[in-house]
């Protein structure tokens, strides 16, 4: 059985830094891609980035460029969000999702999310989430 555990949030304040770890078990993250998402209380769920199998990366929130990195070790099954100069607005419970297994498991383009607000059903496997939360 698949699962993906998320880990890493916690309570920071402003302008500070958390790295977020979601830990594949059951498969290689090989064939998959994975992507990152958050709910703010009150809020619909948001993308946030996405790494596809082959290391493209998809950017879904503009809120976070320059700010976040996504990135993969295959070896250690493991995939990073890693998060600079957090902000109160980036308060909300994360969580990482895949999509595959395949050769070439693409994230969801942006085009594609456009206009569909389910369309992070297109990942079907979720973790359980982590809480981050900044203080101002």
């Known amino acids: 059985q698949v699962q993906l555990v998320e880990s890493g949030g916690g309570l920071v304040q402003y302008g500070d830094s958390l790295r977020l770890s979601c830990a594949i078990s059951?498969?290689?993250?090989?064939?998959?891609?994975i992507g990152w998402f958050r709910q703010a209380p009150g809020k619909e769920r948001e993308g946030v980035l996405c790494a596809s199998s082959t290391g493209v990366v998809t950017a879904y929130s503009d809120s976070v460029k320059g700010r976040f990195t996504i990135s993969r070790d295959n070896v250690k099954k493991a995939v990073y969000l890693q998060m600079n100069s957090l902000k109160p607005e980036d308060t909300a419970i994360y969580y990482c999702?895949?999509?595959?297994?395949?050769?070439?498991?693409?994230?969801?383009?942006?085009?594609?999310?456009?206009?569909?607000?389910?369309?992070?059903?297109?990942?079907?496997?979720w973790g359980q989430g982590t809480q981050v939360t900044v203080s101002s």
């Open positions: 059951g498969a290689t993250l090989d064939y998959y891609a």
């Open positions: 999702a895949v999509r595959g297994p395949s050769l070439d498991s693409k994230c969801i383009t942006t085009a594609q999310a456009m206009g569909n607000p389910r369309w992070y059903d297109d990942f079907p496997l």
